[in-house]
T-cell receptor, first 113, second 113 residues
Framework: DQQVKQNSPSLSVQEGRISILNCDYT??????FLWYKKYPAEGPTFLIS?????DKNEDGRFTVFLNKSAKHLSLHIVPSQPGDSAVYFC????????????FGGGTRLMVKP | GAGVSQTPSNKVTEKGKYVELRCDPISGHTALYWYRQSLGQGPEFLIY????????DSGLPNDRFFAVRPEGSVSTLKIQRTERGDSAVYLC???????????FGPGTRLTVL
């Protein structure tokens, strides 16, 4: 069973508008969540993270929101830029499990100029 | 500084052959992870090293898969009697002291014919 799910395989957004990528998880033991960005033929690159003791973390154009009761997190990118076009992976970890990451299936974001 | 490097970048082999995939982590990173990413999916955890020892190998799919990290730096993932279903991108990541943020290499694309 998939413990981390990204239900939207793709998302298309106009340049300058907000991109919202969603992620759901089922395992209540997860206590740290990360977003990775991946370009073709490259490895995933860390983008932003959030601990389960917080509900929001912001870094420039990127904000991650965590709703623990709903087991849901989202990544907001505003304003979106064409260079943001990539596949975005949501990942979760348990602090006492060596921090191995459990990934969602990814969402391909396309930002149109 | 140098990131995580993986060799080869591409490997094509025939069913039943043995392959070795190499990972060179970021200098000083004690934790090293192997993941496997099949087409259209997110990376899946295989094995985690802390120093020279495998702290968690619960993600290895079967006993054809084995990994070593003899000196606590470079790691080799070994696959015996390869099968077509082993075709995937094999990703390596490292982190300082098993911290939450993992730094990924570009991956090795394995194709089993």
């Amino acid at each position: 069973d998939q413990q981390v799910k990204q239900n939207s395989p793709s998302l298309s957004v106009q340049e300058g508008r907000i991109s919202i990528l969603n992620c759901d998880y089922t395992n209540s033991m997860f206590d740290y969540f990360l977003w990775y960005k991946k370009y073709p033929a490259e490895g995933p690159t860390f983008l932003i993270s959030i601990s389960s003791i917080k509900d929001k973390n912001e870094d420039g154009r990127f904000t991650v929101f965590l709703n623990k009761s709903a087991k849901h997190l989202s990544l907001h990118i505003v304003p979106s830029q064409p260079g943001d076009s990539a596949v975005y992976f949501c990942a979760a970890s348990k602090h006492n499990a060596g921090n191995m990451l459990t990934f969602g299936g990814g969402t391909r974001l396309m930002v149109k100029p | 500084g140098a990131g995580v490097s993986q060799t080869p970048s591409n490997k094509v082999t025939e069913k039943g052959k043995y392959v070795e995939l190499r990972c060179d982590p970021i200098s000083g990173h004690t934790a090293l992870y192997w993941y496997r990413q099949s087409l259209g999916q997110g990376p899946e955890f295989l094995i985690y090293f802390q120093g020279t020892g495998a702290a968690d190998d619960s993600g290895l799919p079967n006993d054809r898969f084995f990994a070593v990290r003899p000196e606590g730096s470079v790691s080799t993932l070994k696959i015996q009697r390869t099968e077509r279903g082993d075709s995937a991108v094999y990703l390596c990541a490292s982190s300082p002291n098993g911290g939450n943020e993992q730094f990924f290499g570009p991956g090795t694309r394995l194709t089993v014919l």
